[in-house]
C-alpha cells in the first residue's frame, strides 16, 4: 500500500513557475515508477510526466516538453516536477501516481498506476 500526497500547487502568472512535489508513504518506493498527471474542468485526465524507479528514464507530454522536468528522491520518498514557462492552457488539478508493473511504453496510461494522490491545484493567469 503506498499513499501520496502531493503539494506545491497554486496560483501563478503566465510565464512564472512552481515546484510540485509528491511525497510517498511506505518502504518500498523505489520499487514504484512513479507519474503526473493532470484534468482540467471538463476534460479527461491526461499524462503530463513520469519517472523509472530509478530515476533514470523519464517521459513527457510533447505540451510539456523543454518547460516541466520530473524527478525523484529516493531516499525522500519524493518525487517532483518542476514547471517552468507556464501557460493558461496548463491551469488544472495535478495529480502523482504509483506503478508497480509499469514497464517501457506503459508510462504514459493511468490505468497502469496503482496509487494515486488526491490532486493539487494548479491555476495560471494571463
Known amino acids: 500500500q503506498v499513499q501520496l500526497v502531493e503539494s506545491g500547487g497554486g496560483l501563478v502568472q503566465a510565464g512564472g513557475s512552481l515546484r510540485l512535489s509528491c511525497a510517498a508513504s511506505g518502504r518500498t518506493f523505489s520499487s514504484y515508477a512513479m507519474g503526473w498527471f493532470r484534468q482540467a474542468p471538463g476534460k479527461e485526465r491526461e499524462f503530463v510526466a513520469a519517472?523509472?524507479?530509478?530515476?533514470?528514464?523519464?517521459y513527457y507530454a510533447d505540451s510539456v516538453k523543454a518547460r516541466f522536468t520530473i524527478s525523484r528522491d529516493n531516499a525522500k520518498n519524493t518525487v517532483y516536477l518542476q514547471m517552468n514557462s507556464l501557460k493558461p492552457e496548463d491551469t488544472a488539478a495535478y495529480y502523482c501516481?504509483?506503478?508497480?508493473?509499469?514497464?517501457?511504453?506503459?508510462?504514459?496510461?493511468?490505468?497502469?498506476?496503482?496509487?494515486w494522490g488526491q490532486g493539487t491545484q494548479v491555476t495560471v493567469s494571463s
Open positions: 519517472v523509472s524507479r530509478s530515476g533514470g528514464s523519464t
Open positions: 501516481a504509483a506503478g508497480l508493473y509499469i514497464g517501457i511504453g506503459s508510462y504514459y496510461y493511468s490505468s497502469n498506476y496503482e496509487y
